[in-house]
């Protein structure tokens, strides 16, 4: 009942099996186990120990068990309800053991995590009693000052968030290394590259257009091609903001401007300047840069001249390109593509740094002599912008503009010591120098200012007036000559034009005969290429001899002997062959080749004309060399767009297609016999018509 008080019936249960010695085994068992938990927990009251070792009746023992373990409601239930001893020993026993492989366990994690918390602290409390002493001792720790610093540096740098996360975790890292340690200074280098590369500092663009023609034309004359190109790149950057810059290659001969170019360009659109020396660079490594794990490893010189320069956008100019090597260390033009290539460069990887770098925004000029020895995949990253030499005007102006003022300054003397006259720059630049460029002209300039400074520092304050033959008796003889009518007074010479890597250049053929059986003599350093164009040559006037008058059998007891003179420099090429063949027409005719005339063309067996290349190079050194008359390849008409207006009005320009074409116009008079063309063939009185053919 409930009301006014509980009242039940109950049936007291009795446990089952108590007897048996299984039963026993397990409250032993049990009560090892309960007595190895006590043991863990120190806060248990040693009566609990005392209890548990008082309790003989094994359900007794269970149900004490159970009531202080820690289980659910329901596992407590089901020991309660397990009327058998032999099943609630098992059930109290799971529990039991459960709980104590979980409190060792627990043991055990305590005992790690308290391990390195008392590591960690006993080293924090450490470093505070050493900072503490160092403070005693006047010596706070530079070393933590700097890191703090360097830490500072890091956030300002405007690290990319992937090289950020490589920076703190080095930063991190060198905090547990002992300074005396060498890894503190490897690490800390790395940090001190990283802190201080401008990753994203941008200097500011003059995009002023007018004014950067102002500059340019203020600094260097003529070099119309490079400047238009620069003016269309600050107009489209001035359209377009996110423009890459361009890689831009000048190709010329030596002191045409083209390293000075660069420092011009760098002025008007208002960047830094560095400049990168590649000549005779043969480590692969000088580009990409060491690996950290080598001992005074350091990045490649892209990474050291982006820190020289402090911003993300400077003009660079790669000197002297074409002068890289390759040795047993790798080759450097093949790390140079990932740098010049606008489409890899914004993320170029150096060794040193093993994190991507941007180098999109960097205008790269590169410069080189010739085009041949740059490697074809280097060559089609660049745009190639060729610079040619100088006319006579062309000199003279640039020495008035720029040279004279220059040495002037550069040798203490004013308008009032010294005057040079055109006269004199004229002979300067005919009778004394014979360049492409304008270094050797500066030179003779800078002996005429020595010269006029002896006497000023002697007490001579006369005004110098430098004329032509003031110059001659500075400098003495005339070191350059027209030497093309003294040469060709003789049959069997004529003269050609070469292109070299210092410019264009004459190049005399002569040719002798003498008793011979027939055979052919080449000297002068000659290539295969210019070796076959004499073969060719003289296979084509064996067999046009008889249209030129020669008798057919002339190399029967005949030998010839082609001489290349300035025979200590190699020369190759094609361009030489109708030189040749002029050479060798006038000495088996007679008939001397006109002494105002150069020519360059390739020469085949049919007689054809093929065009050549360097034609702007060329025509420039025949002006200098006083030439009237140049015969070219019908082909090559083109390219006279280059060539400046003056060269073009001083000389008379014949183009040929075919070999007889040439020989008229090159020869003193026409070396083909009356009535007889070039084309016509000769056919023996002997031979018989050939038998008439029906389908």
Known sequence: QEEPFFTSKITPLLDEGTGDVEVEALALNLKNTAREVIDMLPEIPVMAKQLLESIQAPGHLADLITANIDA???????????????????????????????????????????????????????????????????????????????????????????????????????????????EYTVARTYLDWIADLPWAKLSEDNLDIENARQTLDKDHYGIKKVKKRILEYLA????????????????????????????SIAKAVGRKFVRLSLGGVRDEAEIRGHRRTYVGALPGRFIQSMKKAGTKNPVMMLDEIDKLGADFRGDPSAALLEVLDPEQNNTFSDHYLDVAFDLSKVLFIATANQLDPIPGPLRDRMEIIELSGYTFEEKQSIARIHLVPKQLKEHGLNSDHISITDEALLTLTTAYTREAGVRNLERRIADICRAVAVEVAGGKMDKQNID?????????????????????????????????????????????????????????????????????????????????????????????????????????????????????????????????TAMTGEATLRGLVLPVGGIKEKVLAAHRAGIKRVILPE???????????????????IFATRMDEVLEAALETSPFKKGVTEGEKSVPPQAEPAPEVRA
């Open 72 to 182: 659910t409601i329901e596992e407590k239930q089901e020991v309660l309800e397990a009327v058998h001893l032999k099943l609630r020993l098992k059930r109290v026993l799971e529990l039991l053991s459960r709980q104590f492989e979980v409190m060792k366990l627990s043991n055990k994690i305590n005992s790690q995590v308290k391990g390195e918390m008392s590591k960690t602290q006993r080293e924090y409390y450490l470093r505070q009693q050493l900072k503490a002493i160092k403070e005693e001792l006047g010596e706070m720790g530079e070393e933590e000052e700097e890191l703090d610093e360097l830490q500072e540096r890091l956030k300002k740098a405007g690290l990319p968030p992937e090289v950020e996360k490589v920076a703190n975790k080095e930063l991190n890292r060198l905090k547990t290394i002992p300074a005396a340690s060498s």
């Open 236 to 263: 489209v950057r001035k359209l377009k903001n996110d423009m890459r810059g361009p890689i831009l290659c000048l190709v010329g001969p030596p002191g045409v401007g083209k390293t000075s170019l660069g420092q």
């Open 468 to 596: 032509g033959n003031r110059v001659k008796e500075i400098l003495g003889p005339e070191m350059f000559y027209s030497e093309v009518a003294e040469r060709t007074e003789v049959p069997g010479v004529s003269t050609g034009l070469a292109w070299t890597a210092a410019g264009g250049d004459l190049l005399f053929i002569e040719a002798t005969k003498m008793a011979g059986k027939g055979g052919m003599t080449l000297t002068g350093q000659l290539g295969d290429v210019m070796k076959e164009s004499a073969t060719a040559a003289l296979s084509y006037l064996r067999s046009k001899a008889e249209v030129l008058g020669i008798n057919p059998n002339f190399l029967e007891k005949t030998d010839l002997h082609l001489h290349f003179p300035a025979g200590s420099i190699p020369k190759d090429g094609p361009s030489a062959g109708v030189t040749i063949l002029t050479a060798l027409t006038s000495l088996l005719t007679g008939i001397r080749v006109r002494g105002d």
């Open 635 to 653: 082909r090559c008409r083109k390219d006279l767009q280059d060539v400046p207006d003056q060269a073009r009005n001083d000389i008379e320009f």
